[in-house]
């Protein structure tokens, strides 16, 4: 079982910056997708960006291209995921999801992924 725990949430004015984190004591992240997804009251779990760590090759919403960028450490043990010029429509929760990378499925898309952390809120206001 992959247990994930997020960090790094938290308020921010517009136009500012936040680097969220993503680790897990039980697994490297050399095999796995691994993804962020952000929900808002009301809302639905949205894929913000996501990254085969086998290949390297990334995904973005159209919605964060360019302000967001998911990475991971060097050690492979922490995923990153950087916020730029920050909007009040980012605010939401956001998640930390993992799957072998095996498996097939959509990299900005809830379904395929198994593992999830309990998120972390992040809130922008304007």
């Known amino acids: 079982q992959v247990q994930l725990m997020e960090s790094g949430g938290g308020s921010v004015q517009a136009g500012g910056s936040l680097t969220l984190s993503c680790t897990s004591s039980?697994?490297?992240?050399?095999?796995?997708?691994m993804a962020w997804f952000r929900q808002a009251p009301g809302k639905e779990r949205e894929g913000v960006a996501s990254?085969?760590?086998?290949?390297?090759?990334?995904y973005y919403a159209d919605s964060v291209k360019g302000r967001f960028t998911i990475s991971q450490d060097n050690a492979k043990i922490t995923l990153l995921l950087q916020m730029n010029s920050l909007k009040p429509d980012d605010t939401a929760m956001y998640y930390c999801?993992?799957?072998?990378?095996?498996?097939?499925?959509?990299?900005?898309?809830?379904?395929?992924?198994?593992?999830w952390g309990q998120g972390t809120q992040v809130t922008v206001s304007s």
């Open positions: 999801a993992a799957a072998p990378a095996w498996t097939t499925l959509q990299p900005l898309g809830p379904d395929g992924y198994q593992f």
């Open positions: 039980r697994v490297t992240y050399g095999r796995y997708w």
């Open positions: 990254i085969n760590t086998v290949i390297g090759d990334t």
